[in-house]
């Protein structure tokens, strides 16, 4: 149940900031916050990231729509699995992050980018924390994938091994 609510507060904390944004900003005006080290910025996303098929928004927006269903019938499937505490904490952070982007599409036509981190290399990208929750669940979730860690996903019995040398 945690990881429900972990993925509704992300859900509704990036939903609620993205309706203040359209409210009360500008699009494309720029006001520096934290000593100048975050600028908010709104703009408009309705392709992929980095607006990769803007001109198709239609498209996207269905392509969007049924990875997000993936991605929740996984996590619905990975929920009552035990022993999976940091696959379910990346997972439930994708899901929060990606519910708020496909709602963002399907109510709007576009997702509603917020934040640039002034940091040289990132300078000219425009985020928003759905973007930052779904990137820091997916490493979560990679770091605790069978592939990264060294487990092997499927058990062999010990005996094996001494069934091949006979």
Not at 6 to 19: E, G, P, Q, R
Request: hydrophobic share 50%.
């Amino acid at each position: 149940m945690i990881y429900v609510l972990i993925a509704l507060a992300v859900f509704l904390l990036d939903w609620n900031i993205k309706n203040y944004i359209e409210r009360h900003f500008d699009t494309g005006k720029e006001k520096d916050i934290l000593k100048g080290k975050i600028t908010v910025k709104k703009q408009y996303n309705r392709g992929f990231s980095f607006n990769i098929l803007k001109e198709k928004a239609d498209y996207v927006r269905k392509i969007s729509a049924f990875v997000f269903g993936i991605l929740l019938f996984i996590f619905i499937l990975l929920l009552p699995q035990k022993n999976k505490a940091i696959k379910k904490l990346g997972m439930s952070l994708c899901v929060g992050g990606a519910a708020s982007n496909v709602a963002d599409r399907v109510k709007r036509g576009y997702v509603v980018d917020y934040f640039i981190l002034n940091i040289k290399p990132l300078r000219n990208i425009v985020f928003n924390l759905a973007d930052i929750f779904i990137f820091i669940g997916c490493f979560i979730t990679f770091l605790a994938s069978p592939v990264h860690s060294g487990k092997s996903p499927v058990k062999c019995n010990e005996n094996f091994s001494d069934a091949v040398e006979d």
